[in-house]
């Protein structure tokens, strides 16, 4: 009798021991707002973090309807790409002044509600520049944000800039769909997990694409199997860290408290 007990003693704590030890993954899907399409990504699950692109057809809708149903939400800030791809709207650009890009981050976050964090939409270019990524910081700073650095070229000084400013910060270690076929969404993804395995977190960002979502559809639910945690980007950072971000309040206490009042 007390060999059992002492056998399901240790298989419980053996079971605990993988769920605490489990290595996470924050998958961000960016581009949210651009295509009616882009609904699809509601139906991912919670822990998937939307990114959505300021003043697009469809990116305060998908935004709101994105918290209600429990997802984190990031704005996608656009900057200018070496290869001059079309901006859009709330673009940062070099020749802006400290004025200038804090108030186009402002109308930015008018338009995306509900946002605790954000990355930088290409940028290939703008976030080489230093300058420029400290006065973008300064105004991340004030609105008590995190930033993720997209990583869209190996010499961007933006995680350096937010780090100088004391902003909470992380890096983008893998882009899931580059290639849309299915050998190369499986193989990015297990290098995410392979690297979420060695550094206990890893960040994955993909894309709305019909492919991609397919994919994670079916993909997405093995990770459990694999002890593989899926979680929100701002679940990475520190407690001290996540302590000087702004309050976003669920989706639920909002509408108790809604619900209350009437």
Do not use: C
């Amino acid at each position: 009798m007390e060999s059992t007990t002492k056998a399901l003693l240790a298989l419980v704590l053996s079971l605990l021991s993988v769920t605490v030890n489990a290595a996470k993954l924050a998958l961000i899907i960016d581009d949210v707002g651009y295509r009616r399409t882009d609904v699809g990504v509601l139906s991912l699950p919670v822990p998937v973090t939307l990114s959505v692109l300021p003043h697009t057809p469809w990116g305060n809708e998908l935004a709101i309807e994105g918290w209600r149903r429990g997802h984190e939400i990031m704005l996608h800030l656009p900057m200018v790409a070496e290869a001059g791809n079309k901006l859009g709207p709330s673009a940062i650009t070099a020749s802006m002044d400290e004025w200038q890009i804090a108030l186009t981050i402002k109308r930015a976050l008018a338009d995306i509600p509900f946002v605790t964090g954000l990355n930088n939409h290409m940028g290939s270019q703008l976030t080489q520049q230093r300058q420029v990524m400290d006065r973008v910081m300064t105004e991340v700073s004030k609105q008590k944000l995190y930033f993720i650095d997209s990583l869209t070229t190996p010499e961007s000084t933006a995680f350096e800039a937010a780090q100088n400013a004391g902003i909470p910060s992380l890096k983008r270690h893998v882009f899931l769909d580059n290639q849309l076929d299915e050998a190369y969404l499986q193989q990015q993804l297990q290098q995410a997990i392979d690297i979420s395995r060695r550094y206990g977190k890893a960040i994955l960002i993909g894309h709305p694409y019909p492919e991609t979502l397919a994919f994670l559809e079916t993909a997405l639910p093995k990770l459990k199997q694999k002890d593989i945690q899926l979680v929100t980007p701002s679940s990475l950072l520190s407690k001290q860290q996540r302590a000087r971000l702004k309050t976003v309040a669920p989706a639920t206490a909002y509408l108790h408290k809604l619900s209350s009042a009437l």
